[in-house]
């Protein structure tokens, strides 16, 4: 069966440091992969996919994310947090019609 | 552009009332459309799925159902809600040629 997961409900990072969120998932064939963003009281936007090709994805408010088939690992990474990606991060993957989503990392950002 | 609204934003109920929501879509044409909901501090739970008019796939047994009259309107509805019901639910679709599902600002529900 499908899943995702999230290992970390919460981080707290400072302003301007490193990130990085993990995700697991467990597919039989080849993942369709995902990253969202939700802000509070906000539905989710789109940050990134994996469908295929170069394993690592740039997406939008300079994250990326790297797949790794053999550890089965999509982690969401940025290299200088701003105060204002504090919001809550969801991976996913997408598996026929549906979506499977792992139950989200919140983040902190202090100044 | 491909646009999602979802009507209300936000609602108050009282137990054993009935529900409407509301999600339309606007710049394509039949698409996959989903039902979510997503409980305080938690991950979003799939509750139904379509794939065209009429056309309703269940993913979890509840005190919920799910219509779609037209081919960009999806709608989730209760007869009597629960305490249970509470939560934030959110109307997706699948992209036009492509995989990744796009979210709607979602419906803030209370039932008290």
């Known amino acids: 069966a499908q899943s995702v997961t999230q290992p970390d409900i919460h981080i707290t990072v400072s302003e301007g440091a490193s990130l990085e969120l993990r995700c697991n998932y467990s597919?039989?064939?080849?993942?369709?992969l995902f990253w969202y963003v939700q802000s509070p009281g906000q539905g989710l936007q789109l940050l990134l996919k994996?469908?295929?090709?170069?394993?690592l994805v740039q997406g939008i408010k300079g994250f990326e994310a790297e797949f790794k088939r053999s550890q089965s690992s999509f982690n969401l990474r940025k290299p200088s947090v701003h105060w204002s990606d504090a919001a809550e991060y969801f991976c996913?993957?997408?598996?026929?019609?549906?979506?499977?989503f792992g139950t989200g990392t919140s983040l902190t950002v202090i100044p | 552009s491909q646009t999602i609204h979802q009507w209300p934003a936000t609602l108050v109920q009282p137990v054993g009332s009935p529900l409407s929501l509301e999600c339309t879509v606007e710049?394509?044409?039949?698409?996959?459309l989903y039902w979510y909901r997503q409980a305080a501090g938690r991950g979003l739970q799939l509750l139904f799925y379509?794939?065209?008019?009429?056309?309703i796939s269940s993913e979890v047994p509840q005190n919920l159902s799910a219509s779609r009259p037209q081919d960009r309107q999806f709608i989730l509805s209760s007869k009597k809600l629960l305490l249970s019901d509470s939560g934030f639910y959110l109307c997706?679709?699948?992209?036009?040629?492509?995989?990744?599902?796009?979210f709607g600002p979602g419906t803030r529900l209370t039932v008290t």
């Open positions: 710049g394509t044409s039949n698409p996959n």
């Open positions: 994996y469908f295929s090709g170069d394993t």
């Open positions: 597919y039989g064939a080849t993942p369709y």
């Open positions: 379509s794939v065209g008019i009429g056309q």
């Open positions: 997706a679709r699948a992209a036009s040629g492509g995989y990744e599902q796009y």
């Open positions: 996913a993957v997408g598996a026929g019609n549906q979506f499977y």
